[in-house]
């Protein structure tokens, strides 16, 4: 048997929005149904009707629990998919808080931006999805264990294998039509457990991510870990200041929360205030709790507080000497951006980013040293030290992703890499060149059709999008004109005269009106 088919409808040539649609053998199958988060561009595609009939999807496979693989599910379900979809326990858990919290921000932004002037006499925007249709997806959600094998009609079968990147991940084995397919999902640090009952290597085809594939990190140690966080902590309240830190829900904010409770049961670090203000990340917590066995109680530090209203929230911007840990990760959303529009004009505050910041987001313009910055239509001057803490990641890195691959080695067909930046596709690509035996490298283009034969090549069957470069690219027009009128302001300011500042702008208008 052949004739299988495999599109990218997201996470080719992007880090975010992974949605792969397998047809074959009478089935059509969708991996993930993600968000696109990162510039305006690429986050507009979350709003475009799905690119595929959701009532003819037979079974849909989650790989995790992280927005940018499950962020879509709900639309699925709102548009008419009635599938099954089948995940690990942990993850069936805590979708749920997650999909809620979503389209509680999704209705607030919809609000917003149908209150503004501009839209006067144009149609609505209206939510993705709402809480009907999460109901929907959850009536359909089925779970399922590591190493299980379960079939699907016309022969055809699929397994779920330990991911080791967060609490429930996994890669997906699929089989149909006579083919054996993975998809890695995210791939986290250190060796998987394995399927006895199955061999891990001996693939057609192989999907793979590739977040981190042009760089290596260095091996940090859980104590060097907590020791940063803990000097920086030290060197901000002996300041004055704030100690921010943008967190995912998910993962991120246990282990820094697990950190911060083995810092104060060693006396390491005095007991400072820790204020969670994220009701999703609390909720996940508490989900997450049942599944990490880390021997850490947090929630009996009477100094870790969990921020339950605004109305809390806001009092934290009066507040001196304390650390706030708050969603979003890449600060494109929730409540760190309040706290960003206060702390960040403080020098005495530092910011600290513990996560991958997407091209395009907030988080990225800030570790990329901007000194100036718009937020929900604020212009802040930063004046806050940013820093990265390293350790935190639960993504493998160019070595461990190698590894990764070459343990599922043979792969008799095609080796896709999606799921990362263009530099980390090409950068693993390359280094994936040097080692034998492997199938060349495909990096796919959003909305590209390849066939998929047993043993042979894939070969590409239809085009993908005719914008897909510009959709992906790492800044779009509207980053740019943001980072444009970045360089203007500061032009500006640095004039000495106000006569000094009408020049500029003189010449500024006549540049505009050449075009």
Same mark, same amino acid.
């Given at each position: 048997?052949?004739?299988?088919?495999?599109?990218?409808?997201?996470?080719?040539?992007?880090?975010?929005?992974?949605?792969?649609?397998?047809?074959?053998?009478?089935?059509?199958?969708?991996?993930?149904?993600?968000?696109?988060?990162?510039?305006?561009?690429?986050?507009?595609?979350?709003?475009?009707?799905?690119?595929?009939?959701?009532?003819?999807?037979?079974?849909?496979?989650?790989?995790?629990?992280?927005?940018?693989?499950?962020?879509?599910?709900?639309?699925?379900?709102?548009?008419?998919?009635?599938?099954?979809?089948?995940?690990?326990?942990?993850?069936?858990?805590?979708?749920?808080?997650?999909?809620?919290?979503?389209?509680?921000?999704?209705?607030?932004?919809?609000?917003?931006?149908?209150?503004?002037?501009?839209?006067?006499?144009?149609?609505?925007?209206?939510?993705?999805?709402?809480?009907?249709?999460?109901?929907?997806?959850?009536?359909?959600?089925?779970?399922?264990?590591?190493?299980?094998?379960?079939?699907?009609?016309?022969?055809?079968?699929?397994?779920?294998?330990?991911?080791?990147?967060?609490?429930?991940?996994?890669?997906?084995?699929?089989? $149909?039509?006579?083919?054996?397919?993975?998809?890695?999902?995210?791939?986290?640090?250190?060796?998987?457990?394995?399927?006895?009952?199955?061999?891990?290597?001996?693939?057609?085809?192989?999907?793979?991510?590739?977040?981190?594939?042009?760089?290596?990190?260095?091996?940090?140690?859980?104590?060097?870990?907590?020791?940063?966080?803990?000097?920086?902590?030290?060197?901000?309240?002996?300041?004055?200041?704030?100690?921010?830190?943008?967190?995912?829900?998910?993962?991120?904010?246990?282990?820094?929360?697990?950190?911060?409770?083995?810092?104060?049961?060693?006396?390491?670090?005095?007991?400072?205030? $820790?204020?969670?203000?994220?009701?999703?990340?609390?909720?996940?917590?508490?989900?997450?709790?049942?599944?990490?066995?880390?021997?850490?109680?947090?929630?009996?530090?009477?100094?870790?507080?969990?921020?339950?209203?605004?109305?809390?929230?806001?009092?934290?911007?009066?507040?001196?000497?304390?650390?706030?840990?708050?969603?979003?990760?890449?600060?494109?959303?929730?409540?760190?951006?309040?706290?960003?529009?206060?702390?960040?004009?403080?020098?005495?505050?530092?910011?600290?980013?513990?996560?991958?910041?997407?091209?395009?987001?907030?988080?990225?313009?800030?570790?990329?040293?901007?000194?100036?910055?718009?937020?929900?239509?604020?212009?802040?001057?930063?004046?806050?030290?940013?820093?990265?803490?390293?350790?935190?990641?639960?993504?493998?890195?160019?070595?461990?992703?190698?590894?990764?691959?070459?343990?599922?080695?043979?792969?008799?067909?095609?080796?896709?890499?999606?799921?990362?930046?263009?530099?980390?596709?090409?950068?693993?690509?390359?280094?994936?060149?040097?080692?034998?035996?492997?199938?060349?490298?495909? $990096?796919?283009?959003?909305?590209?059709?390849?066939?998929?034969?047993?043993?042979?090549?894939?070969?590409?069957?239809?085009?993908?999008?005719?914008?897909?470069?510009?959709?992906?690219?790492?800044?779009?027009?509207?980053?740019?004109?943001?980072?444009?009128?970045?360089?203007?302001?500061?032009?500006?300011?640095?004039?000495?005269?106000?006569?000094?500042?009408?020049?500029?702008?003189?010449?500024?208008?006549?540049?505009?009106?050449?075009?």
């Amino acid at each position: 048997m052949s004739g299988v088919t495999l599109k990218f409808h997201g996470a080719a040539g992007t880090v975010t929005g992974s949605c792969f649609e397998i047809n074959g053998a009478g089935q059509t199958i969708l991996v993930d149904c993600g968000m696109f988060q990162g510039t305006r561009s690429l986050e507009a595609l979350n709003h475009e009707p799905l690119p595929f009939d959701p009532k003819k999807i037979d079974v849909v496979l989650l790989t995790h629990a992280h927005l940018d693989h499950s962020g879509r599910l709900a639309y699925l379900y709102a548009s008419g998919c009635r599938a099954k979809t089948y995940c690990t326990a942990p993850s069936a858990d805590i979708i749920k808080p997650l999909l809620q919290d979503a389209a509680k921000l999704q209705a607030v932004d919809v609000e917003r931006r149908n209150r503004r002037a501009d839209r006067a006499g144009l149609p609505p925007f209206t939510p993705l999805y709402d809480g009907k249709d999460i109901a929907r997806l959850s009536k359909n959600v089925r779970t399922v264990a590591y190493c299980e094998e379960h079939t699907l009609d016309n022969g055809g079968s699929f397994r779920f294998w330990d991911a080791r990147h967060i609490v429930g991940s996994a890669s997906i084995e699929i089989n $149909i039509g006579g083919q054996r397919l993975l998809f890695s999902g995210d791939v986290g640090p250190g060796r998987s457990i394995n399927c006895t009952a199955s061999e891990i290597g001996g693939y057609d085809h192989v999907i793979c991510e590739s977040t981190y594939g042009d760089r290596d990190r260095n091996l940090i140690l859980v104590s060097e870990r907590r020791e940063t966080l803990a000097r920086h902590v030290e060197e901000v309240i002996a300041a004055g200041g704030n100690v921010l830190i943008p967190a995912f829900a998910l993962e991120r904010t246990q282990a820094i929360l697990e950190d911060f409770d083995a810092l104060f049961a060693s006396r390491r670090l005095a007991p400072v205030n $820790i204020f969670l203000d994220s009701p999703l990340a609390q909720k996940v917590t508490l989900a997450v709790m049942r599944y990490r066995d880390s021997g850490s109680d947090i929630l009996k530090r009477t100094n870790i507080r969990f921020i339950q209203n605004t109305a809390e929230s806001r009092k934290l911007n009066h507040m001196t000497g304390i650390v706030i840990i708050a969603g979003s990760g890449m600060c494109e959303g929730g409540r760190i951006r309040h706290h960003l529009i206060r702390n960040l004009p403080r020098r005495q505050s530092r910011l600290l980013l513990s996560g991958y910041q997407v091209a395009g987001t907030l988080g990225s313009v800030l570790r990329d040293g901007a000194q100036r910055v718009r937020i929900s239509g604020n212009d802040v001057v930063v004046k806050a030290q940013v820093a990265t803490l390293e350790g935190y990641s639960n993504h493998a890195d160019r070595s461990g992703l190698v590894e990764w691959i070459k343990d599922r080695t043979p792969i008799r067909g095609s080796l896709f890499l999606v799921h990362g930046e263009q530099s980390g596709l090409s950068g693993l690509a390359e280094t994936l060149a040097a080692i034998p035996d492997l199938p060349a490298a495909i $990096i796919p283009a959003l909305a590209e059709t390849w066939a998929l034969q047993p043993g042979k090549p894939a070969t590409l069957l239809a085009a993908g999008r005719a914008d897909a470069s510009e959709l992906t690219a790492s800044r779009d027009w509207i980053s740019r004109l943001a980072a444009v009128r970045e360089d203007i302001e500061q032009k500006l300011f640095e004039q000495p005269t106000n006569q000094d500042r009408e020049k500029i702008l003189a010449a500024l208008k006549r540049a505009l009106e050449i075009v």
